[in-house]
């Protein structure tokens, strides 16, 4: 079918409206009408094809929250007129070793994502979020609570999922001390997770401004990184730091901080890190870890927490036109913490 979207057709001109086909419903799939979609910096980074070759034309978005159109004749999870989310991946193998866990994003045989994917098994290019609607197999469907603004939800698809997954996985309690690194989309809902899981949250960032912001968000204390002083008085006392800096740093000093056994686990800086030194590890048995997006077991587990507690992300909404001018923001950091498209105005 004929769908409505906004595409990136190389790496540098602006995105602009296009029109894509959408596969007709097999017996496991739902039709989704596409109501809101976060803006992550995988889309940019797509559009601009920073990670490799992109396949154009790109349709980015992959913190998709929408309305179930229709269902395929088979599909028992979800029924017409639901309020339904899809993130990253739309397929896996589902017979591999991770995706018998229930870890889909570990896929031994790669998980077919969201858009600009070519292992798709009904071929082509994915197409993402920023479109009219989408089809996708119900495994890869999601429930979202009624009580959240949907406009808030669309960012927990990917950026909350990201930082709840490692948080959940080295099983963060009351009265653990958690630092996160970095204060932007993936670091807000680091700082509320924490929070609600009960830890004592401090944010680590070079920025005293943004320090003030983590504290309103719920942080307890904040540590200005680039203070010799703050970091020592901090030293060898934190049981999980959760890294959200999006480029290569030097991770030593964060290392340090660190107790004896515990973990500061990477979401942010997909490439290289430079001179990790093994003392720092070897000293107090310290590990660096890093962790991908989540399953859809635990994505859904992350929704009903958000439900529970009143979770969601701090968004900026703006309309579908206004894209470009949302990337060239977000390269700057000018947006607090997330754009989300309201796809009727596409």
Not at 173 to 180: A, L, P, Q, S, T
Not at 200 to 205: A, E, L, N, S
Not at 289 to 295: D, E, K, P, Q, V
Request: proline letters at 5%; a negative charge; charged letters at 20%.
């Amino acid at each position: 079918m004929s769908t409505k979207a906004y595409a990136a057709f190389n790496a540098e001109d602006p995105l602009k409206p296009h029109i894509i086909e959408r596969r007709a419903l097999d017996p496991k799939d739902v039709f989704i009408k596409i109501e809101y979609c976060g803006v992550c910096h995988s889309d940019l980074h797509t559009a601009k094809s920073d990670w490799g070759p992109t396949n154009y034309p790109a349709v980015p978005g992959h913190e998709i929250i929408g309305r179930v159109e229709a269902v395929g004749s088979e599909v028992t999870k979800f029924k017409a007129g639901e309020i339904v989310g899809v993130g990253c991946m739309v397929e896996s193998c589902k017979h591999c070793h991770s995706c018998n866990q229930g870890l889909e994003q570990y896929c031994e045989n790669g998980f077919t994502g969201t858009y600009n994917s070519t292992k798709s098994k009904y071929g082509g290019v994915t197409y993402g979020g920023y479109s009219e609607n989408i089809v996708v197999e119900e495994d890869f469907v999601l429930h979202i609570p009624d009580n959240l603004p949907l406009e808030n939800v669309a960012p927990l698809l990917c950026a909350g999922i990201t930082t709840w997954s490692p948080l959940s996985h080295w099983n963060i309690r009351k009265g653990d001390k958690v630092g996160i690194i970095g204060l932007g989309g993936l670091g807000h809902m680091g700082v509320k997770f924490a929070k609600a899981m009960g830890a004592h949250v401090v944010m680590i960032t070079t920025s005293e401004s943004k320090g003030a912001d983590a504290m309103n968000l719920g942080a307890d204390e904040v540590l200005i990184s680039k203070d010799p002083e703050q970091m020592k008085k901090h030293a060898y006392s934190f049981d999980f730091l959760l890294n959200t800096i999006p480029v290569a740093h030097d991770v030593n000093p964060y290392l340090l901080l660190l107790k004896l056994d515990k973990t500061m686990c990477m979401v942010g800086a997909i490439e290289p890190l430079p001179g990790v030194h093994g003392g720092v590890l070897i000293n107090k048995r310290r590990n660096i870890a890093g962790s991908l997006i989540g399953g859809i077991k635990e994505t859904q587990e992350m929704l009903d927490f958000c439900g529970k507690y009143g979770i969601v992300s701090e968004v900026e909404v703006i309309p579908m036109k206004d894209i470009n001018e949302a990337y060239i923001r977000m390269q700057k950091s000018d947006v607090k913490y997330r754009f989300v498209i309201d796809m009727k105005t596409l």
